[in-house]
């Protein structure tokens, strides 16, 4: 990830962890194509070297995606995560994340498994060390079927 682009992150980490919530907390809740898209573009994203302005564009645009899952599906809105004080075991997710991001963006469809595991993944940014942990052990199975996908 860009130095630079740690706001977005922080974003996208929030954004994933209310997401997360919502999908846990409600029964049968799955997102719509838009939050994936926007997820996989933001995380796609972290790896560019963005002008200031593409950046603050997207980085508004996950943050008002924030606010609008909260309002629509009742759950605490997640707050902009500070990715400079990740672990690396974090800070390697975010990096395993955006790598399968930038698989999928060419891609046409978007795969409510796989993103289910980047929301879920995103939202494990959000705990201990353990959770992101957990998620590392699921990145190789989840990229091979991004290749697939």
Request: include cysteine; aromatic fraction near 4%.
């Amino acid at each position: 990830m860009k130095n630079e682009n740690a706001q977005l992150a922080g974003a996208l980490v929030g954004l994933g962890g209310t997401i997360y919530q919502a999908m846990d907390e409600i029964d049968g809740f799955v997102p719509c194509g838009h939050p994936a898209t926007v997820v996989i573009d933001g995380l796609a994203s972290l790896q560019a070297r963005l002008s200031d302005e593409e950046l603050s564009k997207k980085t508004e645009s996950v943050c008002g995606l924030i606010d609008h899952v909260s309002e629509k599906r009742g759950v605490p809105v997640h707050s902009v995560a500070n990715v400079k004080e990740f672990s690396s075991s974090k800070k390697e997710l975010l990096g395993r994340l955006a790598d399968i991001a930038c698989q999928l963006q060419a891609k046409e469809a978007t795969h409510q498994t796989i993103n289910a595991w980047l929301y879920r993944g995103l939202a494990a940014l959000e705990g201990d060390g353990n959770a992101a942990m957990s998620m590392l052990a699921e990145a190789n199975a989840i990229e091979a079927a991004a290749a697939l996908a």
